[in-house]
């Protein structure tokens, strides 16, 4: 081998050596009759013709002599020549080509988009009560544990919710967009999906906000369809991390693509949020399905969505969803802080305004309701095979705990509890999400625990209240045993005799 790279080397240079380097010469000029006695190597010329436009002499040298080193075969000079010069190159080196290169092999994948009747199940399905589907999907469908072991590769948002559910069903400005839009795409005016409904608002919930950070149309009233994309594919941040870590992007070439990748497993999840002025505040939707929480969600096998899909062409990608058919309020200043959080933190730009939402997929091109699969029934209480904290709390002088708010860096978006020996009382403060122990309340809920009971806390009493028993609602003895899920990007806590290590007293749910 080291023989022929040697001669390789010397026919190269020797190819420099006797052709003047002149692109008007040989490859322009009529020489007489060319021979077709060299050999074809149609991926080599791929990387040699580039050099024709500027040095042809140098580049048919070097085609020569690379076509000798790996003793394949190259295309002729003279199918060179007729190339150069049908392509109109001569006296012009920056001319691009229209044309592939002489023996370049057709690419072997077909990146146009399927009809409808030849594609995979889509997306978005209707969620609503009794609807129905007629495929079967070939692809499994990944689980909420299953989603978790997928770094997070981009957020973005639709206008209106592409998917329609018994609590987002409004589809009045779809409607009218399609009536004037006649089909076509309006690449200034995305068009809208399903709203959740406006009619109980008062004025002052839909008093206008100017957003600072989110660009198109973003307002006070209406409807965004969130998607956090994670895919197997995506970029670790964190070297050390094995790969496991968040760095997200506009667009999806990283979920696609990623590291190269051509066959990654990706995980849609679909939450929708109404901008109302005075609404909760929520300082993380940047991670909203677990912030917020997700207790009424279904999974299903999809694609990918956008309005470039439609009943007749359709998306080629199949995708896990998992999507919450409920209609969540947020503020404003929460919404806003989600594209400041994208622009800051990930330099996204594109993905700050709305994207337009895919018209609702007949029903023939999406999977059958069998296969539209309660979330929760299919994790097994949560977290299938998360790893779970467990921890004991036993009050002899009575069963005061202090408000708080569980660390929702640390844990997962369901907490349970059993509380035993007493009868209590937990007190719910609404902080808007705030942790802090002196944080301002808006409002206070009780809920009584009578002794034995088991109980959970998950969606807003979990991210938005904090919960504590004052003394004089638990004055007697109380055991309280509370089981939290352990988040995979928990921050680890540094240990002085070892490397990192995540929270002690494990276990595994059952």
């Known amino acids: 081998m080291l023989r022929l790279l040697a001669v390789s080397a010397c026919l190269a240079k020797v190819a420099i050596a006797t052709c003047p380097d002149d692109p008007e010469v040989d490859l322009c000029e009529s020489t007489g009759e060319e021979t077709g ?7 080599w010329m791929a990387l040699v013709l580039p050099l024709a436009s500027a040095r042809p002499k140098v580049a048919t040298g070097l085609a020569l002599a690379l076509a000798l080193a790996v003793g394949a075969e190259a295309v002729t000079c003279g199918e060179l020549k007729d190339f150069y010069k049908s392509e109109q190159c001569c006296g012009s080196p920056t001319t691009e080509l229209s044309n592939p290169v002489p023996g370049t092999p057709a690419c072997p994948y077909n990146f146009n988009k399927p009809a409808c009747n030849t594609a995979e199940p889509q997306t978005p399905r209707d969620l609503s009560t009794g609807a129905t589907g007629s495929m079967v999907p070939k692809a499994a ?11 997070l590769v981009n957020v973005h948002f639709h206008l209106g919710a592409e998917h329609k559910s018994d609590a987002y069903n409004n589809d009045t400005d779809a409607m ?41 149309d973003v307002q006070v ?10 895919s197997s594919a995506g970029t670790d941040n964190d070297a050390s991390d094995g790969m496991n870590a968040d760095l997200l992007a506009d667009g999806l070439g990283g979920a696609a693509n990623g590291r190269g990748l051509l066959n990654p497993m990706v995980v849609v999840q679909g939450q929708i949020y109404q901008i109302v002025n005075g609404g909760p505040t929520v300082n993380d939707l940047l991670h909203g399905w677990t912030v917020v929480g997700h207790n009424n969600s279904v999974m299903y096998s999809g694609s990918t969505t956008g309005q470039s899909h439609d009943n007749s062409v359709c998306s080629p990608y199949v995708i896990t969803w998992h999507v919450d058919k409920d209609c ?7 919404f806003d802080n989600l594209c400041k959080q994208m622009k800051d933190l990930y330099g996204m730009s594109v993905d700050l305004a709305p994207h337009g939402s895919r018209i609702l997929v007949s029903p023939t091109y999406v999977v059958q309701s069998q296969y539209v699969v309660e979330l929760m029934v299919r994790r097994k209480w949560a977290h299938e095979g998360a790893t779970w904290r467990r921890s004991a709390n036993r009050g002899k002088k009575g069963g005061y705990m202090h408000r708080h708010m569980d660390s929702k860096k640390c844990f997962g978006p369901v907490i349970a509890c059993c509380s035993l020996l007493s009868d209590a ?6 902080t808007g999400g705030s942790a802090y122990g002196l944080a301002k309340t808006r409002r206070t809920v009780t809920v009584d625990i009578p002794r034995r009971s088991l ?14 028993i004052k003394k004089e609602h638990c004055p007697k003895e109380r055991l309280s045993l509370t089981f939290r899920s352990i988040l995979r990007t928990a921050p680890r806590a540094a240990s002085s005799k070892g490397p990192k290590k995540r929270p002690s007293a494990q276990l595994r749910a059952p």
Not at 223 to 228: A, I, P
Not at 328 to 334: G, I, L, N
Not at 425 to 430: A, E, M, R, S, V
């Open 328 to 334: 969540h309020q947020v503020s404003p200043e929460s």
């Open 455 to 468: 109980y959970f806390m998950t969606g807003a009493s979990r991210s938005q209240w904090q919960h504590g």
């Open 221 to 230: 009233g209406k409807s965004y369809e969130v998607h956090y994309v994670h």
């Open 37 to 43: 006695s060299g050999f074809r190597s149609s991926p």
């Open 176 to 216: 009218a967009y399609d009536a004037a839009s006649s089909g076509r795409r309006l690449a200034s005016n995305p068009r809208p999906g399903f709203m959740c409904p406006t009619d109980t608002l008062t004025d002052a919930q839909m008093t206008p906000y100017t957003f600072q950070h989110c660009t198109g």
């Open 425 to 430: 009382t937990l007190t719910f403060y609404d």
């Open 141 to 151: 469908t990944l689980t909420d544990a299953q989603a978790n072991f997928l770094p």
